[in-house]
């Protein structure tokens, strides 16, 4: 079964482009999260998504934003890049997302974007 | 705020021996905290998980603990091996919000 997949794997981007990030889930998962992992500040949740809807949002502003479709990708949009962007951006899916029996909840991530901002 | 702490920034241990990664929660409405183990390059992979309603959860050389009262969860490691070299996240949820709160990681180091 293949694993989560984010393209692409680095990104190099200029302040003031935008950059569109793609995470394939699991065959079946429904729930797809979004993360930015930065040095000193672990994982910070973006936001989640499940049968296309946005369900939690993290305290990003609203230049991150992001959608998913009905086969359960999705992807993450940063306009306007700033320098403090630069940062790894995980995709982490799900089967049913956090409101189902916890062994359901259980998220498993891909490898990452590398997003660079020059 | 900072929900989930992990306070050690890094840990070395002689392989063989036990290895101990301690988190710390404050929010008591947290019901499921799970630990992953990171390699560089790579994403976070899942490892052992726990429901609020049990204290301690074992998985062949992982176990993990929780201290509800002190809002604590512990991972240990016995026998440490050298390839457990890597960064461990605590995350905690809370049912109904649909996110993970990560800490802010363990950098574990066994030495052969």
């Known amino acids: 079964k293949a694993g989560v997949t984010q393209t692409p794997r680095y990104l190099i981007k200029t302040r003031g482009q935008q950059v569109t990030l793609s995470c394939s889930p699991i065959?079946?998962?429904?729930?797809v999260s979004w993360y930015q992992q930065t040095p000193g500040q672990g994982l910070q949740f973006l936001f989640e998504?499940?049968?296309?809807?946005?369900?939690n949002k993290g305290n990003f502003p609203g230049r991150f934003s992001g959608r998913q479709f009905s086969n359960s990708r999705s992807e993450m949009n940063v306009s306007t890049l700033e320098l403090g962007d630069s940062a790894l951006y995980l995709c982490?899916?799900?089967?049913?997302?956090?409101?189902?029996?916890?062994?359901?909840?259980?998220?498993?991530f891909g490898a990452g974007t590398r997003l660079s901002v020059l | 705020d900072q929900q989930v702490k992990q306070n050690s920034p890094s840990l070395s241990v002689q392989e063989g021996r036990i290895s101990i990664l301690n988190c710390d929660y404050t929010n008591s409405m947290f019901d499921y905290f799970l630990w992953y183990k990171k390699y560089p390059a790579e994403g976070p992979t899942f490892l052992i998980s726990i429901s609020s309603i049990k204290d301690k959860n074992e998985d062949g050389r992982f176990t993990v603990f929780l201290n509800k009262s002190a809002k604590h969860l512990s991972l240990h490691i016995v026998p440490s091996q050298p390839g457990d070299s890597a960064v461990y996240f605590c995350a905690a949820s809370e049912a109904g919000t649909y996110k993970y709160i990560f800490g802010t990681g363990t950098r574990l180091k066994v030495l052969a």
């Open positions: 982490a899916s799900s089967h049913s997302g956090l409101a189902a029996p916890l062994a359901k909840n259980i998220q498993y």
């Open positions: 065959s079946g998962h429904r729930s």
């Open positions: 998504y499940f049968s296309e809807t946005q369900r």
